[in-house]
């Protein structure tokens, strides 16, 4: 009986030959797989940090054709830009749209009205899913209600 208590590890399971091995690869592979982890998350930083850099690309180039439509109000391919900027790379629709009722009031070319046409459409579709999603959540802004009374000044 004594020998066989001697071939049973703590969890009650038959020693096998070489098993101190297995712990030790077993541990070795833990180790990898920790310094794996930790490469992953510094990369995952590098990358949201580089998401963040390249926000702050968008906003500085934001402000500088801001600063080009003050110099040159009747300029609409400024304010496209622009509202593309603020649509697509900083998720703003709200600016975006509001640049786009801006174009409408510099008399625009027809190729020009109808680019504010089809890009206030995609603006306004977006504005409306996210409307949507956030109904079902109480205490959130009313972004048709903020759209329809900013169209009416």
């Avoid at 030959?17 to 180790?31: A, D, H, R, T, Y």
């Avoid at 801001?66 to 600016?95: C, G, M, T």
Wanted: hydrophobic share 35%; charged share 35%; aromatic share 10%.
């Amino acid at each position: 009986m004594s020998r066989k208590k001697s071939q049973l590890n703590i969890a009650g399971s038959p020693e096998k030959p070489g098993g101190q091995s297995k712990i030790k690869s077993w541990l070795e592979n833990k180790k990898k797989m920790k310094s794996i982890e930790e490469k992953f998350n510094q990369l995952y930083d590098s990358v949201r940090d580089s998401k963040k850099m390249k926000k702050k690309w968008y906003r500085l180039l934001s402000i500088m054709i801001r600063e080009a439509i003050e110099r040159f109000p009747k300029h609409v391919d400024l304010k496209i830009i622009n509202a593309y900027i603020q649509k697509s790379k900083l998720n703003n629709e709200f600016k975006a749209i509001f640049e786009m009722m801006n174009c409408e009031l510099c008399e625009p070319n027809i190729h020009e009205q109808f680019m504010i046409f089809r890009k206030k459409i995609e603006v306004e579709q977006t504005l409306l899913r996210e409307y949507q999603k956030s109904s079902t959540k109480p205490g959130t802004l009313d972004v048709k209600n903020v759209f329809n009374y900013e169209r009416i000044f």
